[in-house]
């Protein structure tokens, strides 16, 4: 039996997974990739550093080049742009292939990546670099090459989905569920990565670039995160029968591809609704295939190493049947619209004057700037405040700039007193 | 660009969308497969038979032999085992690859077929074959190549999982829910393959054999199906928080693999609990994955034709590659366990005489057979019976054969009025 040297490079904590794996579960694995994968080396920074796994300390190396020189596959789990760029570069230029989990860098330079892969005659599989262990690229890029997908959405960060979830539950703010999911270990001490939806976007850039054969990249992603999500923001939506997620969504329209990432109501009956806790999901809808929905564990070590094992077996079956790499079709250019390009949905929340006339002050002032209104229910008046009612509008689509104007137009009326929360709506 | 002839046997439901699909998006299809798919011709029985879509009567014959003689990929879509069996024997001999959906052929031949195919270079692709447009058989192959799979749950029968999920809706019994379901077109004229759960142990024989890495067939499937599922089943677990499925089930056990297919009890809270109407959906545990979970549309023209396609696109890639057939890793052989080597959690629910005394005895007669119980409720009080209590008891892991000597025990007591209903429980 053929035997494949795997170099890793990182050993976090996905990294310290993958190389238990490698060494656990070795003659499995021979048997499902047809040849033995040899772990051999991992390159690290910091020899002395503790690990999640007892691994032996002969593999371990800080010299990432010299192991990467001598790697049939490596595995790039640094994160970020460097060295991981250069390295996965020098891997990939060597005719070695890679895997790897970096959406950050695969945001920015994965068509680069792609064509130096392609040149070489190596293969670049990036399945953990969105929604962990679920496989979501494969089916898009594979199951689904005979339809045409039309809009993807995905819960695909888990910790802004434990936080929006946390606060579905208990009605909490979210300052305060972020200090619990940092001392849970659900959030970075630093969280704006995810909490400001960076990280969402970067997988986005992937889906999209993957569903509708074009490359598209982090710059082409509109990015709203979730801390100006309020706890009234969240009881409104469920008092509506809706709830909050940050969604990922790439979706064909007529003009482009619109790629965005934002917080987003839900109907509760919406498969994407149940989603609870770090759990992430992918909703996709195809032509033929209408909607389908993938489901799992969107990070952590184990479950995400599982994603890197299953590229690692696949890169191992090619290059034990000596096959080349099988390409996924021509590229296309469909362009990417730009945020005020989109008509979504509207969903808006007023705090308004009880009193007659109201409702057709601010019904017309829609209709001047061409919002059609789909719903609008007043409700829960307040008697506290001089008698006041609650107000909710749901928008036909209309576009940004539309809306934006109407909004706030209809703050400057003096029969309203607050306007509480304007969030898009999807899947109603 | 290359041209791939492209023959198509059936022109039923799903056939008349295949060729729909190949004629129309011609274009787009050749950008995804490196080649042009080119329709060569339909075989089918009657020329005249009226289909669901507009298709050129130049494409129809009755001759697939000689349709197939002259193909680089034949897809299969007749269904059954004869022809089918001896058209696909036909194709994959003359070294074309195969794509079909026929279930109830791969479930008793596949692994004749599937070694037929390796012997000749050809590729048998099957992923419409289980829950239609969801692609589960490649995750299952691909993504999860370097995982450990312990345990696959599906709804893989739409038509069984319409009549379960109208009973718990509307609280009607099997037969007035079957009937509106043969009204709406959800349930065939003989509804027998769907309701005993014969289709679905066709799926669970495919799924063990891909997740097992072991030929399983058919007559390795435990088979139950819910044509004795009562309106009082549903009520009682609905009452409990729980839904009563019917789950295709493949398990790794320490002694071997278990494959069963039969109405399994779930808590509300599973995510296979909200799979409603007749959407299939896939469970999969693995060992680090973790949960995952595959849902979308189980059946239907569309949805399985773009299955159909993904397959054909694949092996259009492949001949575009001229790369040979990767191999999915060697093929184990680890032992079908017969159902009564397994245990399951079960729920008995009991009608007794409401007196005291009743709980202890019953216990008793349950230690005696050594099966523990979990959980005992004892509600709803029913005084126009002379007084009896309805007994819910929830039992930990036991075996089919102590679980039966217990029941057969049980029901012999004086104070036990009935036996409403023995269920398996899953996911609790």
């Known amino acids: 039996m053929k035997t ?26 021979a048997a499902r990739a047809g040849a033995k994968l040899e772990l051999s080396g991992i390159a690290v920074r910091n020899i002395e550093a503790k690990r999640d796994v007892e691994l032996p ?12 020189a001598d ?18 570069s020098a891997a990939l230029a060597s005719g070695a292939s890679v895997v790897t989990g970096n959406k950050a860098l695969l945001a920015v330079r994965g068509a680069e990546l792609g064509a130096l892969a392609a040149a070489n005659g190596a293969q670049l599989r990036y399945e953990a670099a969105v929604a962990g262990a679920i496989p979501i690229l ?21 910790t802004t989905n434990f936080i929006l979830d946390a606060m579905d539950t208990t009605g909490a703010q979210f300052a305060d569920v972020l200090a619990e999911a940092q001392a849970l270990g659900y959030a970075e001490a630093d969280p704006t ?145 730009r945020f005020d390009q989109i008509a979504t949905s509207y969903w808006i929340s007023l705090r308004v004057a009880d009193e007659s006339g109201v409702l057709s002050r601010i019904a ?26 609650l107000l909710r509008i749901v928008t036909h689509k209309s576009t940004e700039a539309a809306l934006a104007a109407t909004v706030a137009a209809v703050g400057k009326l003096d029969v309203v007193k607050e306007v509480t929360s304007v969030l898009r709506v999807e899947g109603n």
């Open 57 to 68: 300390r002969e593999l371990f190396t800080t010299d990432a080049l010299a192991l990467i």
């Open 193 to 337: 990565a995810d909490v400001e939806g960076h990280d969402a976007a970067a997988k986005a850039a992937i889906l999209a670039s993957l569903a509708f054969h074009t490359d598209f990249d982090l710059a082409d992603v509109h990015c709203e995160g979730i801390s100006s999500v309020s706890a009234a923001d969240v009881a409104a939506a469920a008092d509506a029968g809706m709830v909050i997620k940050l969604l990922a969504i790439a979706e064909r329209l007529e003009a482009g591809i619109a790629v965005r990432v934002h917080p987003t109501l839900l109907p509760r009956k919406h498969p994407l609704a149940s989603v609870h806790g770090a759990y992430n999901a992918v909703f996709v809808e195809a032509e033929n295939a209408g909607e389908l929905m993938f489901y799992g564990a969107g990070a952590g070590g184990a479950p995400t190493a599982s994603a890197i094992m299953g590229d690692t077996v696949a890169i191992a079956r090619r290059l034990v049947a000596d096959a080349p790499v099988i390409a996924s079709g021509v590229r296309g250019s469909q362009p990417a619209l």
């Open 364 to 389: 017309a002032l829609f209709a001047e700037h061409g919002v059609s209104i789909e719903l609008l229910r007043q409700s829960v008046v307040d008697s506290a405040d001089g008698g006041s009612a």
């Open 138 to 158: 494969r089916p898009i890029t594979d199951s689904l090459s005979g339809d045409r997908i039309t809009k993807v959405m995905g819960i695909v960060n888990g």
């Open 71 to 88: 790697a049939d596959v490596v595995i790039e789990l640094l994160g970020g742009m460097e060295p991981a760029g250069e390295l996965i």
């Open 4 to 29: 494949l040297k795997v170099a890793l490079l990182g050993c976090g904590n996905v990294g310290a997974q993958v190389a238990r794996i490698l060494l656990e579960d070795a003659s499995e694995l």
